[in-house]
């Protein structure tokens, strides 16, 4: 191939990349700018840039709004749920990866299994079981099932993280007498950096903008997560478009940032284990 030719099929490349990240952007842009005007402008000005930056909007959106208790409660749930899932998925992919035990096979067939199971199959069940439980209608039992809904993925991604790192360092710490929980947790641990971050991230996000769960499991306006928060603030406030597009852009900050922060050891845990 000439290099004319290698100097056009960047371009088009290169075109079809912006292309893509135009589409993506856009609609941001465009609900930050909403964001940012008053209600008239936006009547006389919908897609254009605001003429004068009303920060005071997300001031708005937190306190009268309510936005700011959503998040909070958004946190409460997804802190939690991402320590909880990630301590079960290291050691449950360990497990799967290194160690040699009757069924091991079988047992990582039904964590797979969960990864078929669409919520909206299983979520009148689990409020049936919870109110049995008595977790119906509270955060903790809403932690407990973003949680089961998570790990099954995360096991997925854990244990192919741990096969890919050489074996010789488990033995390593075994011969030096130290235990299979020293090898997890100064070894092999810090070593799956780049899938704990895929862990996150993507419990994160799922959780995070989960709608079907906390609709089914909570009931109670002062429990309501980011996602039911927002439905119900669209529907309380329609004529406020202004408010209802700072409310979307405060609740999006999280997301957002935690993938910028995380995005490269997110790229590397996705793709650890791919080539074995």
């Not at 993280?161 to 947790?185: C, M, N, Y």
């Not at 996000?205 to 002062?222: A, H």
């Amino acid at each position: 191939m000439s290099s004319r030719a290698r100097v056009a099929g960047r371009a088009v490349l290169h075109a079809v990349l912006v292309g893509f990240a135009f589409v993506s952007i856009a609609p941001i842009a465009v609900i930050v700018s909403i964001a940012l005007k008053t209600n008239t402008e936006l009547a006389t000005n919908p897609l254009g840039p605001p003429e004068h930056w009303l920060f005071a909007n997300f001031a708005e959106a937190w306190a009268e709004a309510g936005i700011g208790r959503y998040i909070l409660n958004s946190v409460i749930v997804v802190v939690p749920t991402l320590v909880l899932v990630i301590v079960v998925a290291s050691l449950a992919g360990y497990a799967f990866a290194l160690l040699r035990f009757p069924g091991r096979e079988v047992l990582f067939a039904v964590f797979l299994v969960g990864l078929t199971l669409p919520a909206v199959s299983i979520v009148i069940a689990l409020s049936f079981i919870q109110q049995g439980m008595g977790l119906f209608n509270t955060l903790p039992g809403l932690i407990l099932a973003e949680a089961a809904l998570c790990i099954p993925l995360a096991v997925f991604l854990m244990r192919a993280a741990f096969r890919d790192l050489p074996g010789e360092l488990r033995e390593a710490v075994l011969v030096d007498g130290g235990t299979e929980v020293t090898s997890l947790v100064r070894v092999m641990f810090p070593l799956a950096r780049p899938a704990v971050s895929a862990v996150t991230v993507l419990t994160f996000l799922t959780v995070w903008n989960d709608y079907l769960l906390p609709l089914v499991l909570i009931n109670t306006e002062s429990l309501r997560t980011i996602p039911l928060g927002l439905a119900f603030l669209k529907t309380a406030f329609t004529a406020d478009v202004v408010l209802i597009a700072a409310s979307t852009t405060l609740a999006a900050i999280p997301s957002i940032l935690i993938y910028v922060l995380l995005q490269r050891q997110f790229i590397s845990g996705i793709t650890q284990g791919s080539i074995k």
